[in-house]
């Protein structure tokens, strides 16, 4: 398949590279064209100029001694950088920009335009006939940003003392690390391999390890966290406790330690880490933060010069979303950020563009839908779970959305009307499941409505109590504010349907609390994950059924799936099964088959998988999303022509950050 004039066809259209890759089994992959570039640079390295100079003046080791044997060969995008610079960001002030506009080193990573999953930290992997065992060849004589060897030991400390820690991960590994929620056995064979083994086969594992929690299996250098374990050091972790008045140690380890997409994470300038930039200073209830180049970063470009280009990466706080877009406007931010870069925002960064001396580049984004609304099926209150399982429900909801409007008013015209499906450009799209009950047809939501809340003589719905049926949805306002507009609009069309209907906005730090509420109505989530392979890995999601954290309160049937699959599980407090429809069974059925199976046979129930979904209707959402884009800076160059934003795919940072670099 040829791709696209942005090169990003494979991505979004094809699964036969991932697929085979899994079922390569007993073949090592290692990419000619990087191993080629890594034995030409045999011969020797250069490095940054204040590099060399530490080095000529005795302080820091020569480059040669810095890299591994074979360092991680980068291509860039346009050309050969150059040396210099600072790259300018906005931020929040919690995470350092969620780690994908800063950096992206897992085990392994997937490649630029998304069509594969290639080497990272590790130099090349071996599968198992079977699909159950993964090793991981590591880079020999690759360093922490210390100094100090990284190796199969870092790994199996993250695995032991961190990520199958119950002191530190109370709710034990993350979901994306088990198979079936059954985790693996993680084994050094020597000192640069690692053995992840799984008692049924994983299909899923690599494009797994390649999303940002990937990223956690090399986040904890084993000198230096050490001095963090309860076990290890008890004396030590009760002091710098008792210091700050903690009490709970996970609590106290996630605040002060952390791991992937936590603020804590690079809050301690003397953490060594394996990133390109490494920080200077703590980060939290900082103004200004500034992460210098990591003299030990363990990739080099084709002509043998270490990377990162860039000298520094520089962050401004700037809370305010409207703060950020007049920084990008105006030229002071190098890359604008997602939260800036939307469609509505569009036509005043193409009028800036000559002012602000940058340029835009087009940024495909892998969400499937701008909002995602769920209702709790499993509600509290009988009437309401029997109405908001009732899928004529459900239906006569979407066709009360005008969503033509609110494409054309709210995103300017951008995207098309959709449901939570996987987009058209992946393999998994399914035509009936993306497109039903998208119509804005108040006769025919009418229709629908009057089978499970029919009008009453005062032209007021009523449930199947008989009495005046309300309910409640609950938004972050803001994540994303033109969920707000979008719902300002969707109010007015449900309430011309009967609805009688309660939308309330919350902020970032009360919409968790909100959603998850017992009694809570509905809630709204952008949908994510859904070209490409991605849809993959987002089984949970589609059903709106996502482990702990569902949209609308579902916990009965996944209470009863976790019985299922574990008659023996304890059950979260307050959690009584609930059996679902036979569909619905099938489909938990499925979500626990599909990474068990690899290539033509995932393929099969994958697309049953959606046909079921496209059958039960569980979720509605808006639009696919599109117009979206960056504003780079006009010397900034080896930004590739599109970018792809993404969460699976943590996008932009595959793009290779590391080989950016400025031209006068």
């Excluded at 199947?464 to 306002?477: L, Q, R, T, W, Y």
């Excluded at 059925?589 to 959606?610: A, D, H, W, Y």
């Excluded at 599109?626 to 160059?637: E, F, I, M, T, W």
Aim: proline fraction near 8%.
């Amino acid at each position: 398949m040829q791709k696209d004039r942005f090169g990003l066809t494979r991505l979004l259209a094809t699964t036969s590279v991932l697929l085979s890759a899994t079922a390569m089994s007993g073949t090592v992959v290692v990419p000619a064209q990087a191993q080629d570039a890594a034995n030409a640079c045999a011969s020797g390295y250069t490095e940054a100029p204040q590099l060399k100079e530490m080095v000529d003046a005795g302080t820091l080791p020569d480059v040669a001694e810095r890299l591994p044997l074979e360092p991680l060969v980068i291509q860039p995008a346009e050309e050969i950088g150059v040396y210099g610079g600072q790259f300018i960001d906005s931020w929040g002030g919690g995470n350092i920009a969620d780690i994908r506009q800063f950096g992206y080193e897992p085990l392994v990573r997937w490649s630029v335009d998304g069509s594969e999953v290639v080497p990272g930290i590790a130099k090349s992997w071996d599968i198992s006939e079977d699909a159950k065992s993964y090793t991981f060849h590591l880079r020999e004589g690759m360093k922490w940003s210390d100094g100090q060897p990284f190796t199969a030991d870092d790994i199996i400390f993250w695995w032991e003392r961190v990520e199958n820690n119950p002191k530190v991960m109370t709710g034990g590994p993350r979901a994306e690390l088990k198979n079936n929620g059954a985790v693996p056995t993680v084994t050094k064979v020597d000192d640069y391999t690692v053995t992840f083994a799984y008692d049924q086969p994983n299909g899923l594992f690599l494009q797994n390890m390649a999303g940002p929690y990937g990223q956690r299996a090399v986040q904890f250098p084993k000198h230096y966290m050490e001095q963090f374990d309860i076990d290890l050091n008890p004396d030590g972790v009760a002091e710098m406790m008792a210091a700050v008045n903690a009490t709970d140690y996970a609590a106290w380890w996630k605040g002060n330690v952390g791991s992937y997409n936590d603020p804590a994470q690079f809050n301690d300038p003397k953490r060594p880490s394996i990133q390109a930039w490494i920080g200077t200073d703590s980060i939290l209830g900082k103004e200004r933060v500034t992460f210098v180049r990591n003299p030990y970063y363990f990739a080099v470009d084709p002509s043998c010069q270490q990377l990162p280009y860039i000298d520094e990466r520089v962050w401004t706080v700037a809370a305010d979303p409207e703060v950020t877009l007049l920084q990008a406007i105006q030229g002071q931010i190098t890359m604008s950020p997602r939260n800036v870069s939307t469609p509505q925002n569009r036509a005043v960064f193409f009028d800036n563009q000559q002012a602000g001396d940058y340029h835009l580049v087009p940024a495909t984004s892998c969400d499937y839908n701008t909002a995602v609304l769920g209702f709790s099926v499993n509600h509290p209150d009988p009437v309401k779970a029997e109405v908001f399982g009732s899928k004529d429900f459900r239906a006569g909801v979407s066709l009360a959305i005008n969503r033509q409007e609110i494409i054309d008013t709210i995103y300017l015209g951008q995207g098309e009307p959709f449901q939570p499906a996987p987009l058209p450009n992946s393999p998994f799209y399914n035509e009936k499941l993306a497109k039903e009950f998208t119509d804005f047809d108040l006769a025919a939501a009418a229709e629908h409505l009057d089978k499970i809340i029919p009008m009453n003589a005062d032209g007021v719905r009523v449930g199947p109590d008989g009495k005046p049926f309300k309910f409640s949805v609950e938004i972050n306002a803001d994540f994303k504010p033109d969920t707000v507009d979008a719902f300002q609009l969707i109010e007015r069309t449900w309430k011309e349907a009967g609805l009688d209907v309660t939308v309330n906005y919350h902020s970032d730090e009360l919409f968790g609390n909100a959603r998850a509420k017992p009694d809570a109505d509905a809630a709204v989530w952008v949908g994510e994950n859904g070209c490409g392979q991605l849809p993959l890995l987002n089984l949970g999601r589609f059903m709106n059924d996502y482990g702990y954290w569902s949209l609308g309160n579902w916990s009965g049937w996944a209470a009863w799936d976790i019985k299922r699959l574990n008659p023996d599980a304890e059950l979260p407090e307050g959690w009584s099964p609930v059996e679902p429809p036979a569909n619905v069974q099938r489909l938990y059925e499925l979500r626990s088959t599909i990474p068990t199976t690899v290539g033509e046979e995932q393929t099969k129930l994958m697309n049953e998988f959606t046909d079921l979904l496209a059958e039960e209707f569980l979720t509605i959402g808006i639009a696919n999303p599109a117009g979206y884009y960056r504003s780079v800076k006009n010397d900034l160059h080896n930004v590739p022509a599109e970018l792809i934003e993404g969460w699976l795919y943590p996008g932009p940072a595959p793009a290779n950050f590391a080989t950016f670099f400025f031209k006068e």
